[in-house]
Structures are given as C-alpha cells and as structure tokens.
C-alpha cells in the first residue's frame, strides 16, 4: 500500500476536544465513540479525495478525568503524573478514532489503513512558561482544599475567575516531534495516522541528548501545526465550535473573516482581536504552519470542515 507515488495532497485535521465530548451531554464512553462517529465525514471525504492525512485531537474533558480518577486514589494507588496520563488518553482515544474510521471506511470501500501514534512533542527547557504556569486543568476546589492539594502534591494552584481554584501548569511552544520521521514515512506510504493527541507529551532535551519528560500541556493547534511542518503538509484544518473566526468577537462589531493572509491575519492577531483564552492559539498556530511552509489553514465547524476545505463556510488563512 506504497501510495508515495500516486498521492501529491497532504494534509493535518485537528480535532477540537468538542468533537469526542460535547457540552452538555452526558460524557461517558458510549457518547464519546458515537461523537467519534459523527465526526469522521470531512476525514472520510479529504481521503476519498486522496490526501494523506494526519489526524490529531483534544483531550481536555478526558485528561481531566483521568486526572480526577488519580486525585481520588491517591491513598490507594501510585500517583501517575500528568505526562504519562497525556499518554494514556493519546492511547485510548486514538484507539477510539482508529476504530470508528477503520470501521467508517469499510463501509465505504475506501482501501486505506489507521493507526495510532503515541507522540512525544519536544519543548525548551528554558521555557517561560515552566517558570510561570498558567495553564488551568483539572478540577475546580475551595481555596483550602486547594492549597492542601498543592501542599501534599507540589502543584501550582490559582483562582480561575470567581468559578474556584485550580491546578495550573506549564504550556510551553512545542520545538519539534520526536516520532516526526516516524509519522512522515507512514503518512507517505498511504498510512492515516492519528498523531499528537492533546498535543503530545511534552519532553525537553538533556544535555547528553536524552529525552525527559515534564508535567505541561502543549496546544494541541500549535502541535498539529508544527507536526504538519514536519510532515511537509500543505492543507491545516483546525476544527473548533464556531463555523469561522470573527474580529471584534461577541460584540456589535462583531465581523466574520472568510479569506485572508497570514500577515493580515497576524496583524489582527497583535491588535488583540483574538484573546489567548480563545481563538488566539488557533490563529498563532495557523500563522506559525504558513510561516514554516504550508500553504493553507482552514478554521471552522465540524459540520463544515470538508466543504470549507474547498472555500465554503470558513475561515480560509493563505501563506
């Protein structure tokens, strides 16, 4: 199945954490297969057009379920670190994936084959953000309880808003993918392959060349858009919960963008007009895979992915 020959189309899909589990509903295993499901059309259509892919995906909601399962045992069994948890969801919910899209592309005949990469995602060291995290994950607490946690546990805790207090973390920029030839020689020969869930394990570079892990979450866009470098993708597709993105978000100014360059869109992004708490790691995540060699970035729904591939309703970036 060497399709290195045949298939000139590349492509990375990043798959916002509301595709697997979506507010509101109840988030147990059966929902998340069955919104696995309903999210694999635009996939399946980008493959029917013979692109080879790469496929990553959130896990906010399920590394903060696995992160409560370690909180409430931690008087009876071992504490598991928050990389190694990284580890297993990129492992469960890749399986997961694979299964629903092996299964998808069965029914359609479509000869292609899935697997699933459990990736390392290196990172500075030096890292501003290690020094001062401020990536909100877990559990919300009382301020008592959430000392004690901090006390007994080494985390960092902060208030979030007026909603409790919380664990934060390092999000440090990912430099590089350690299984980044892996997944290249995979994806070239006509492999699908799910890589970089919830933005992979960070890991930085001891000074004799050997990997380390660290307690951080990388972005899961900034991830897919430096594994897209690496893999020599042309085509970015960020998945999220609105159908495009807006300037002057949620106000009466409000104003959509359907196509426009990177260097326009970099300017807005330095005017302010796409908050860090929001759209603004998806567009620095665009703007960071045009500047490294890609050609296009798509941002839109997951009802419009496919079509927006082709400049329907979407956010169309251009390098």
């Known amino acids: 199945m060497d399709f290195s020959g045949s298939v000139k189309k590349r492509a990375v899909v990043a798959l916002g954490g509301n595709a697997i589990s979506r507010r509101g509903e109840n988030d147990d295993i059966h929902q998340q297969f069955a919104n696995t499901r309903k999210s694999l059309l635009p996939i399946v259509e980008l493959i029917r057009e013979g692109y080879q892919l790469v496929i990553s995906h959130g896990n906010g909601p399920q590394v903060g379920n696995a992160l409560l399962r370690v909180e409430m045992a931690r008087d009876a069994a071992p504490f598991i670190p928050l990389g190694v948890l990284v580890a297993d969801t990129e492992g469960s919910m890749g399986y997961m994936i694979a299964q629903s899209l092996e299964n998808r592309l069965m029914k359609e005949e479509i000869s292609r084959k899935v697997c699933t990469i459990i990736t390392q995602v290196i990172v500075d060291r030096d890292d501003p953000s290690i020094k001062n995290p401020t990536k909100y994950i877990g559990q919300f607490y009382e301020e008592a309880e959430a000392k004690e ?50 933005g992979g394990i960070p890991v930085y570079i001891e000074e004799d060349g050997t990997y380390e892990g660290v307690d951080a979450v990388v972005d899961k866009d900034y991830a897919s858009a430096v594994l897209g470098n690496v893999i020599g993708a042309e085509l970015l597709v960020i998945v999220t919960d609105i159908d495009k993105v807006y300037t002057n978000f949620g106000t009466d100014e409000q104003q959509p963008i359907d196509q426009i360059s990177a260097g326009e869109m970099e300017k807005l992004l330095h005017e302010g007009h796409f908050p860090y708490g929001s759209m603004g790691p998806k567009v620095s995540a665009a703007i960071k895979f045009l500047k490294g060699g890609g050609k296009k970035v798509v941002i839109t729904s997951i009802e419009h992915a496919y079509s927006a591939v082709d400049g329907s309703p979407g956010t169309t970036i251009l390098a």
């Open 149 to 198: 946690m901090a006390k007994k546990l080494g985390w960092v805790v902060k208030k979030d808003s007026n909603r409790g207090w919380r664990r934060v973390v390092p999000s440090p920029r990912p430099q590089g993918i350690v299984e980044g030839l892996v997944i290249r020689h995979l994806v070239e020969s006509g492999f699908i392959v799910i890589a970089a869930g919830g």
